[in-house]
């Protein structure tokens, strides 16, 4: 099969190239990585990603690596197929860019600093800090107090339809919502309404039962 | 239609959208933020600029746009054909582009200036450097361009043949660090130095810089 993608269902940047292809509807070969055995540090493995991480992507001959550069090579690669995830618009694109930027500059640090804390170091048997969740918790809220200003003008984050902007932030809600980080959404009631809007899509729900 | 910034001198931020705009040739307006004063802080600014409240701005006619590496893309995009060339068109060359500015955006940026708060901002504010945190992220610093090095011995600069914004979101934090301590890790591998040392040299980034010292 022409696309691979190399990986781990418990990892957000997994995740994250996965609800893309889900999204466009691609058929995909899925090679699972076995992380506890450290198959990402083989040399193998860091011929497809040179620090060792998941995931990796093929699509024929090119090779990838960072979840938001597969997602948006997908996006452009495949206008045609399933859901549109960028906008031709150069304008209106550049709005969705700024988003796109949101998410991986802000939201991704704490939400993903509380995802590791809440809901990873229980599972990996770990003790949860406290401290770095208090932390955290008041920096996420700050961000999520301008989504709840955003998502009160627009749709969706980039505009009026759902886009990458939106779809990155998916790995990390699901985490979060499995945890008390919950009731920082709830509490804000567009980005609840956001948040359940975009988890409750069928590409989603593929993308993490498949 | 008129170009502006609205940004801070010493900003790497405000500087990454102005070495954008200066290899684009592009005219453009600069407003400064007086980020001392809390400008940027204000209602007015929160509001109508950047709702979180930091530089630089970005405005094109009616489009106003944040976060510095979302207006580097639309300034690329939008003006194609002025000046450098900052995009590859082709799919699968822009895809390799990308993946080099994320590593940018997810690795380098959060390491390097991480390490230019601790040894350069943190004096010039009259608090104290925590030797500890330099010391954890020298040491993360190292493996992150060990696979730098590898990777401009294979392609002249990161993001392919040629100068992309790939290459060129890396400028205000390196220009920091090179003149730290730092610099000896990329120093220590030749094709790092000479990509470096590229880099900061090209006419619109020396313009960017200059500024500093007006």
Not at chain 1, 12 to 26: D, I, P, S, Y
Not at chain 1, 120 to 146: H, I
Not at chain 2, 18 to 41: G, R
């Amino acid at each position: 099969m022409a696309i691979k993608l190399y990986g781990t269902a418990a990892s957000t940047a997994t995740l994250r190239a996965k609800a893309c292809l889900a999204e466009k509807g691609l058929d995909y070969e899925f090679v699972n990585v076995n992380m506890s055995n450290k198959e990402h540090k083989t040399p193998e493995f860091l011929s497809r990603n040179p620090f060792g991480q998941v995931p990796a992507f093929e699509d024929g001959d090119l090779k990838l690596f960072e979840s938001r550069a597969i997602t948006q090579y997908l996006a452009h690669a495949y206008p045609d197929n399933g859901t549109n995830l960028i906008i031709h618009d150069p304008k209106k694109m550049a709005i969705v860019g700024v988003w796109i930027e949101v998410e991986s500059q802000k939201f991704d640090q704490f939400g993903s600093k509380l995802a590791w804390e809440l809901a990873y170091k229980p599972m990996f048997g770990l003790t949860t800090d406290d401290a770095a969740v208090e932390e955290n918790e008041k920096k996420l809220e700050q961000v999520l107090d301008v989504y709840e200003s955003r998502l009160s003008e627009s749709k969706y984050l980039g505009g009026d339809c759902f886009t990458l902007a939106d779809l990155h932030h998916l790995p990390v809600l699901k985490f979060l919502f499995g945890t008390k980080a919950k009731r920082l959404f709830d509490a804000r009631p567009h980005v609840s309404a956001w948040a359940a809007d975009i988890q409750s899509r069928p590409a989603w729900v593929k993308a993490i039962t498949a | 239609m008129a170009l502006k910034v609205h940004g801070t001198v010493g900003s790497p931020a405000t500087f990454r959208a102005l070495a954008a705009l200066h290899e684009k040739d592009l005219d453009f307006e600069f407003i400064p933020v007086n980020l001392s004063a809390k400008e940027h802080k204000s209602p007015q600014f929160l509001a109508h600029k950047n709702p979180f409240g930091q530089v630089p701005v970005f405005e094109h006619g009616d489009l106003k746009l944040f976060e510095s590496r979302a207006i580097t893309k639309y300034v690329a995009e939008a003006f194609a054909d002025k000046g450098t060339s900052l995009i590859h068109k082709d799919p699968k060359k822009s895809a390799i582009q990308t993946v080099w500015t994320e590593v940018e955006a997810q690795k380098f940026d959060p390491t390097v200036a991480k390490l230019g708060w601790e040894i350069v901002l943190k004096p010039k504010f009259g608090m104290t450097t925590d030797e500890a945190v330099v010391a954890e992220f020298e040491k993360k610093l190292e493996p992150l361009l060990d696979v730098y090095e590898k990777r401009l011995t294979e392609s002249k600069y990161l993001g392919g043949d040629s100068f992309t914004l790939a290459d060129l979101h890396h400028l205000p934090t390196l220009q920091g660090i090179m003149g730290t301590k730092v610099k000896s890790q990329f120093d220590a591998r030749p094709h790092v130095s000479a990509w470096a040392s590229d880099i900061l040299s090209r006419p619109a980034w020396v313009k960017v810089a200059s500024m500093l010292t007006k």
